[in-house]
T-cell receptor, first 114, second 112 residues
């Protein structure tokens, strides 16, 4: 079956611009997670959703970052006033539920802020 | 202080040998432990998870957990060149059902 998909695969933007990153989880998975990964580092947790609600957003670095999942399926991570330090690979994962042992990762969106 | 620590490597392993990867964690409340493999330019994929003290085997992979020492390891037997990747240790705590905390990963290079 189809795995987690993310669009775009690459995004280049200029400092100060707004970007949206999209994640389409595996069908039927109620839990969805966002991580970001910088070069040479492990993924860093940002936020996770159980259904439509954000169950834990403790990893969002500041108020420039926001994520939604209005219908409990597709999620969008929104970054306002991008900074060069936001450059990273943004990974989305989903699992059957939040207690699910296996988080399945998408291919990621590589964001470069110039 | 990082909550999940791994040696960055690279760990060079001859083909057919055993690769031994180590991971320590700081939160005694950690309950679930995961090993992910990540090929260069790709996303992480789960290899194994372990919850209980002791060993858990799956094919050529064995995970070992010692909660008293806050230590989890991964052994890869009969290493193959296709095992060359970065191996990420991840920990889930009881205070957050979904959140995984990852180490920085250990790069493994299997040489023919």
């Amino acid at each position: 079956g189809a795995g987690v998909s993310q669009t775009p695969s690459n995004k280049v933007t200029e400092k100060g611009k707004y970007v949206e990153l999209r994640c389409d989880p595996i069908s039927g998975h109620t839990a969805l997670y966002w991580y970001r990964q910088s070069l040479g580092q492990g993924p860093e947790f940002l936020i996770y959703f159980q259904g439509t609600g954000a169950a834990d957003d403790s990893g969002l670095p500041n108020d420039r970052f926001f994520a939604v999942r209005p219908e409990g399926s597709v999620s969008t991570l929104k970054i306002q006033r991008t900074e060069r330090g936001d450059s990273a690979v943004y990974l989305c994962a989903s699992s059957l539920d939040s207690g699910g042992k296996t988080q399945y990762f998408g291919p990621g969106t590589r964001l470069l802020v110039l | 202080q990082k909550e999940v620590e791994q040696n960055s490597g690279p760990l060079s392993v001859p083909e057919g040998a055993i690769a031994s990867l180590n991971c320590t964690y700081s939160d005694r409340g950690s309950q679930s432990f995961f090993w992910y493999r990540q090929y260069s330019g790709k996303s992480p994929e789960l290899i194994m998870f372990i919850y209980s003290n002791g060993d858990k085997e799956d094919g050529r992979f064995t995970a070992q957990l010692n909660k008293a020492s806050q230590y989890v390891s991964l052994l890869i037997r009969d290493s193959q060149p296709s095992d060359s990747a970065t191996y990420l240790c991840a920990v889930k705590n009881t205070d957050s059902w979904g959140k995984l905390q990852f180490g920085a990963g250990t790069q493994v290079v299997v040489t023919p």
